[in-house]
């Protein structure tokens, strides 16, 4: 659990870094697409029913722009990170989780992503050269 969630926060990171170091740009697309497929994995690796869970869950946002976009995100991850320290089976781990998900789907909706697009071009990559550990 712990390797999968690091490597999440490393995919939130990449979203960062390439911010910094290009603005917004085309890249940001495949970014989120890796958040949201090693979230996914994670879900499904604790048999967290996402569908079933995402109705429960609501997205607030406290300001509005890349930057805070991308800050929401590393706010909700560092969440994650404490939730699972207590337990995986703990609720907040569930929710933050999801939280991140949708994040991520709406990062790409505001900004006129196609993330399931993105989404299935990263999982033909994937295939291609392997997952890397992803069951996606």
Same mark, same amino acid.
Not at 33 to 42: M, P, V
Not at 59 to 72: A, M, P, S, Y
Not at 76 to 97: A, E, I, T
């Given at each position: 659990?712990? =390797?999968?969630?690091?490597?999440?926060?490393?995919?939130?990171?990449?979203?960062?870094?390439?911010?910094?170091?290009?603005?917004?740009?085309?890249?940001?697309?495949?970014?989120?697409?890796?958040?949201?497929? /090693?979230?996914?994995?994670?879900?499904?690796?604790?048999?967290?029913?996402?569908?079933?869970?995402?109705?429960?869950?609501?997205?607030?946002?406290?300001? /509005?722009?890349?930057?805070?976009?991308?800050?929401?995100?590393?706010?909700?991850?560092?969440?994650?990170?404490?939730?699972?320290?207590?337990?995986?089976?703990?609720?907040?781990?569930?929710?933050?989780?999801?939280?991140?998900?949708? /994040?991520?789907? =709406?990062?790409?909706?505001?900004?006129?992503?196609?993330?399931?697009?993105?989404? /299935?071009?990263?999982?033909?990559?994937?295939?291609?050269?392997?997952?890397?550990?992803?069951?996606?």
């Amino acid at each position: 659990v712990l =390797e999968t969630i690091a490597l999440i926060g490393s995919e939130i990171g990449e979203l960062a870094r390439e911010y910094i170091i290009n603005g917004y740009c085309d890249s940001f697309s495949e970014e989120l697409a890796d958040i949201i497929l /090693r979230s996914l994995d994670l879900a499904y690796w604790q048999k967290i029913l996402i569908a079933d869970n995402f109705k429960t869950v609501v997205v607030t946002w406290n300001k /509005r722009g890349h930057l805070e976009d991308i800050l929401e995100l590393t706010i909700d991850f560092s969440k994650l990170v404490n939730s699972v320290r207590n337990d995986s089976d703990n609720p907040d781990f569930k929710r933050y989780l999801i939280t991140i998900i949708l /994040r991520a789907i =709406e990062i790409a909706d505001i900004n006129n992503i196609d993330i399931e697009n993105a989404v /299935r071009k990263k999982m033909e990559i994937n295939e291609q050269r392997g997952t890397r550990g992803r069951l996606l």
